[in-house]
């Protein structure tokens, strides 16, 4: 590329300090022949100037299957644990992050600054921070973490050098999920983040259950942050229930995240995409509206946002493994 430009590259390198690597390029087009450059056409042109138009709502509607599986794709892809490890020291992080890799996806930050950073833009399964660290210590990191409604469900795990009782229940007083002091044993952390994980997923099975509503996790263990989340994400649901417009992204304007904080924030506490989330929930509201008999299937289908029968009919029998017609006549028997 540089010889095209009719520009040279330098190199200086000194053993043991580094090496410096220079490009030069000449500046205009005077030096360049007539059939070395490239003049757009008129119709690439304005395909350029297109490229940040939105997509037509007639569109969209139709890339909504889509959505669904690239939302699937992602959750394959996410199948190992993603951990955060925040810590200033290199060598401390990288013999962390040796450990880890086999079993675990690793994201790095240098301090806490960086590690709230990070956690929000990737909302990790876990965060391992030291204590210690300069701009932000893991103290106010956590607090960060703990409160803030995006990252709030994350388990933290703080490491430190002061053995003090003081410093440990400082540490659980703001939230941290657990404690260790340097220096440490690496299968003791190894078998912590194990169980904080596998904590996670119980988590998720009593979340899950109450997608229609959040009134029985008053004594599961979930913090009010995470029950305040699944309150507004079920109430903003069932607000666009009957709007077979309301989309994932539509979700993350109202609840105030991006496309992939929300996918992550609900994969971590349910187990499911935004649009599982929204779909799960407009078909729980089709079952009990046919129990109670409140209309026909295509009308039903239409109240809980379904604009299509026979998907409709298909995500129902996917869900409770009988078709709605024969879910209506079994509730009919039964009363």
Request: glycine residues 6%; negative net charge.
């Amino acid at each position: 590329l540089v010889d095209i430009h009719h520009g040279k590259i330098e190199v200086e390198s000194q053993l043991g300090k580094g090496t410096t690597f220079s490009v030069f390029l000449p500046m205009g087009k005077e030096h360049l022949k007539p059939e070395e450059i490239y003049e757009p056409t008129s119709a690439e042109a304005s395909a350029d100037k297109s490229v940040d138009r939105e997509d037509p709502p007639g569109q969209i509607i139709e890339l909504q299957d889509q959505v669904t599986l690239i939302d699937d794709e992602i959750e394959k892809e996410d199948s190992k644990p993603l951990l955060l490890i925040v810590e200033d020291n290199d060598d401390l992080r990288s013999y962390i992050r040796s450990y880890l890799t086999a079993d675990y996806r690793i994201a790095e930050a240098i301090d806490g600054e960086m590690g709230m950073e990070k956690a929000i833009e990737k909302i990790p399964d876990l965060v391992i921070s030291d204590v210690m660290m300069p701009k932000m210590d893991g103290f106010e990191l956590c607090k960060k973490l703990k409160t803030d409604e995006r990252t709030s469900h994350i388990p933290v795990i703080l490491l430190t050098a002061r053995a003090g009782k003081e410093s440990k229940m400082e540490g659980l007083e703001i939230g941290a999920d657990d404690f260790i002091t340097k220096p440490f044993d690496v299968n003791e952390l190894l078998i912590r983040i194990k169980n904080l994980i596998e904590q996670r997923i119980k988590l998720k099975s009593i979340f899950l259950s109450s997608i229609d509503s959040i009134d029985g996790l008053s004594d599961s263990g979930v913090t009010s942050m995470d029950k305040k989340f699944m309150q507004k994400a079920i109430q903003i649901v069932k607000q666009y229930m009957s709007d077979s417009d309301f989309s994932v992204e539509g979700f993350g304007i109202k609840i105030g995240m991006s496309r992939s904080q929300l996918h992550r924030k609900l994969t971590a506490l349910v187990g499911q995409s935004a649009s599982e989330f929204i779909r799960t929930m407009r078909l729980n509201a089709a079952a009990e509206l046919l129990a109670n008999k409140t209309g026909n299937v295509a009308e039903i289908a239409f109240e809980v946002g379904f604009n299509n029968l026979s998907w409709f009919s298909k995500c129902f029998q996917q869900h409770f493994g009988i078709l709605p017609s024969e879910y209506s006549n079994q509730n009919k028997k039964s009363s």
